[in-house]
C-alpha cells in the first residue's frame, strides 16, 4: 500500500507522489536582516522527532495548499488542519 494524504480541496486520499512538500520554518528572530532570514527559512530545517505541522502542495490535483499535522516517528497523519 502506498502512502497517501487526504486532500479535503480534491476531497479524497492522493497518491504522495500527487504532492510536494513545504515545511512551516521558525526563523530565529536573532536574525534581522531580510536576506539571512530568506535563507535560513528556505534552507534550515528543524527534522524534529515528533508531531510537526507541515505544509503540502497537490500538484496532482487541485494545485492548491494542504496543512497537515504528522508524526515523523511512524508517518502517521493525524489531523488534516481546516
Do not use: A, Q
Not at 480534491?10 to 530565529?28: N, Q
Not at 535563507?39 to 492548491?64: A, I, K, S, T
Amino acid at each position: 500500500m502506498s502512502l497517501t494524504l487526504y486532500c479535503h480541496h480534491c476531497r479524497g486520499k492522493r497518491p504522495l507522489s500527487d504532492f510536494v512538500y513545504g515545511e512551516i520554518p521558525k526563523v530565529p528572530d536573532s536574525l534581522t536582516d531580510p536576506v539571512e532570514r530568506d535563507l535560513d527559512r528556505g534552507f534550515m530545517h528543524d527534522n524534529v522527532e515528533g508531531v510537526v505541522v507541515e505544509r503540502w502542495f497537490c500538484h496532482g490535483g487541485c494545485h492548491r495548499w494542504i496543512t497537515v499535522r504528522r508524526d515523523t516517528r511512524n508517518d502517521t497523519v493525524l489531523s488534516p488542519e481546516t
